[in-house]
């Protein structure tokens, strides 16, 4: 859309989260400019214009000084935040971290990996970085919130806006959307497996207790995904975004103390409190998950198999089916409707759904059902689904009462950056900005050469 700024549609995160990996290194040529106390790099240019196209897969090309114009408008946030005396926990810039290099990990197989492909001498060093860009985004997104967070647009507003496009010939067109819900079986271990679990978890304990190391204990046995890089260490707060279970244990103990076994939904669990620091505290912890029988997935594969020869059989509906069996609690009350998670509604859009999702769901008609398939959680937990298209829209012009909360949403976007334009301009005229004389000769939206 025309009236939404190009670089917006990217995302805030580029400049740094992404923009500073590109593939092949490039040299800090020099400063191309200063907003406030912010300084822009002639690398920070060429970096987020590559993550631009290679997010947008060559479709999207942008010039130097639009690339350079909303950078700085980026920077203008981060700096007026500080100003603001905008607040970021310690502890939640860490979450964002650790999410971040667990996505580079998913991407590239390994910390070692992420570490190596992005240049940086050892994992330290990458963290160090990290941090920074997310102390400096989460300024930068809540810089944007407080300035928009009052912008609202009545049902007027929105006909306006839409019958505004049709006159312009400008309506955007939405593609194929589908509506989904899903029956899940879990394959939950025996007794027998969980109580081999506790008993290897008492015996590490003991040992610890006794003198072993609880980091070597970790990395021989522990089941948590980030063990080769941390050693089961992790620095928390009361606000960290760890499970209950984790925080409760870590909290209930003294320093050097090892915990007794506690469950979570990612298994069980021991950890020792290494170091009190104040309201943070340093924990080693190890994770096991206790072991599912063949015999108990290929039941749960058969059960469920049965199920769906039941639906299309119409022995019983699908809705059914989801209150007497899933597993799934968050569906399960719902009959089993999924929700989107990047726009918090039922309907995902086909080009955009994630690629396993999308291969099960491409070809199926409107109440057609998938083959029965296996997944695993990211807690560990093993499963079978079988999803059904409740609903299928084909590709079609946006259309204001069909499509009412998407329009909504675009006139609110359009009206939020009409909000943030004026911003803009009045902070503009309040912040010391210098520009190198390669960026003097660009024609600006903003008067920053003032």
Not at 128 to 142: A, F, K, S, V
Not at 265 to 293: A, C, S, W
Not at 394 to 414: F, G, N, P, R, S
Request: proline fraction near 2%; aromatic fraction near 8%.
């Amino acid at each position: 859309m025309k009236f939404i700024k190009k670089c917006h549609v990217v995302g805030v995160l580029l400049l740094g989260l992404n923009g500073m990996f590109a593939q092949e290194k490039i040299k800090i040529d020099g400063v191309a400019a200063v907003v406030g106390d912010k300084i822009i790099l002639d690398s920070d240019i060429v970096k987020y214009k590559q993550e631009i196209e290679n997010s947008s897969e060559g479709k999207a090309s942008f010039d130097d000084c639009e690339i350079m114009e909303d950078i700085m408008t980026q920077k203008l946030l981060a700096h007026q935040a500080v100003i603001d005396s905008v607040l970021v926990s310690d502890a939640e810039v860490e979450a964002g971290v650790q999410r971040t290099l667990e996505h580079f990990k998913s991407q590239v197989g390994s910390m070692d990996k992420v570490v190596s492909l992005y240049g940086f001498d050892d994992l330290e060093d990458l963290r160090t970085e990290l941090t920074r860009i997310e102390r400096e985004n989460t300024l930068i997104q809540r810089e944007r919130n407080s300035v928009t967070q009052e912008v609202v647009v009545t049902p007027e507003e929105v006909r306006y806006f839409y019958n505004d496009l049709k006159e312009k010939g400008d309506l955007p067109s939405f593609g194929i959307e589908v509506e989904l819900s899903q029956i899940t079986l879990n394959a939950n271990p025996t007794q027998q497996a969980i109580d081999e679990v506790l008993e290897k978890l008492n015996q590490i304990k003991s040992d610890v207790e006794n003198g072993y190391s609880m980091r070597l204990k970790a990395i021989l046995y522990s089941e948590d995904p980030g063990v080769a890089q941390n050693g089961g260490k992790y620095t928390i707060t009361r606000e960290s975004p760890f499970v209950k279970e984790f925080k409760e244990a870590a909290f209930s103990l003294e320093e050097g103390e090892v915990s007794e076994p506690f469950k979570s939904q990612f298994g069980y669990h021991i950890l020792q409190v290494e170091k009190v620091k104040g309201q943070q505290r340093d924990v080693r912890h190890i994770l096991l998950q206790p072991k599912i029988e063949e015999a108990k997935l290929n039941a749960a594969k058969e059960k469920l198999e049965s199920i769906r020869a039941q639906i299309l059989a119409g022995e019983i509906t699908f809705e059914k089916a989801v209150s007497e069996f899933s597993d799934d609690k968050a569906t399960r009350l719902n009959q089993g409707k999924l929700v989107n998670p990047y726009t918090n509604d039922a309907k995902f859009e086909l080009n955009k759904m994630d690629a396993k999702l999308f291969s099960k769901v491409d070809k199926l008609k409107e109440g057609d059902l998938t083959q029965v398939f296996y997944e695993e959680s990211r807690e560990g937990e093993k499963m079978y689904k079988v999803i059904k298209v409740t609903k299928r829209t084909d590709a079609h012009e946006a259309d204001l009462v069909k499509d009412y909360v998407k329009i909504q949403e675009l006139a609110l976007k359009k009206k939020e950056q009409e909000t943030l334009d004026k911003w803009y301009k009045s902070r503009i005229k309040d912040t010391y900005v210098k520009l190198n004389s390669t960026h003097q000769n660009c024609n600006y939206k903003y008067n920053w050469k003032h």
